[in-house]
């Protein structure tokens, strides 16, 4: 298996636009996780999934950011409209019953 | 609900020497404690894992760590520092039964002296 791959893998945009982050989880993998990197904050927990229902948006900062599972093997994370603060490392990671796998992570940058 | 402190966020070590990271948790219910390790620009990676068996445990590159419940810690630790252990390592606790969701401490990273 290729791992929980995420793309794109760097996204610099304009304040105010519309940014979609991307992610394949593990094939199998019933629980999808969408963690937020930052130096100040460290990883937080936005959202996360079971069997393509989202179970926890606590962690969603604003109404400016929604999270999609259409299936299995695909989700979403949107930022609409995007602000500077919103830069940051935003990472996917799929669940076994043993452990998370991580993807690579997407750098956003919002300029 | 949990909480991870890591006492540190920048450790240095020289080359050959013990690897200490400290990780202390709080949690209503018997936890779940995990080390994560992630290298540059890269994701997180699984160390090892506590889950109410051995309170030792053994993970990859010769790190192990040790539930203590008396003193709600798990810290990391690995005997002699080698240079590709540089990187940043992350501990996360899960509630246990079943939740599946990880909260993480803020991070330590460890730099290895030559």
């Known amino acids: 298996d290729a791992g929980v791959i995420q793309s794109p893998r760097h996204e610099v945009t304009e304040m105010g636009q519309e940014v979609t982050l991307r992610c394949k989880p593990i094939?199998?993998?019933?629980?999808l996780f969408w963690y937020r990197q930052t130096m100040m904050r460290g990883l937080e927990l936005l959202i996360y999934?079971?069997?393509?229902?989202?179970?926890?948006d606590s962690g969603m900062p604003e109404d400016r950011f929604s999270a999609k599972m259409p299936n299995a093997s695909f989700s979403t994370l949107k930022i609409q409209p995007s602000e500077p603060r919103d830069s940051a490392v935003y990472f996917c990671a799929s669940r076994s019953r043993a452990e998370a796998f991580f993807g690579q992570g997407t750098r956003l940058t919002v300029v | 609900a949990q909480s991870v402190t890591q006492l540190g966020s920048h450790v240095s070590v020289s080359e050959g020497a013990l690897v200490l990271l400290r990780c202390n948790y709080s949690s209503s219910v018997p936890p779940y404690l995990f080390w994560y390790v992630q290298y540059p620009n890269q994701g997180l990676q699984l160390l090892l894992k506590?889950?109410?068996?051995?309170?030792l445990v053994k993970g990859i590159n010769g790190f192990e760590a040790e539930f203590k419940k008396s003193e709600t810690s798990f810290h990391l630790t690995k005997p002699s520092a080698h240079m590709s252990d540089a990187a940043e390592y992350f501990c996360?606790?899960?509630?246990?039964?079943?939740?599946?969701?990880?909260?993480f401490g803020k991070g330590t990273k460890l730099s290895v002296i030559p």
């Open positions: 999934f079971n069997n393509n229902v989202p179970i926890d």
């Open positions: 094939s199998g993998h019933d629980y």
């Open positions: 506590y889950t109410s068996a051995a309170t």
């Open positions: 996360a606790v899960e509630s246990g039964a079943g939740s599946y969701q990880l909260t």
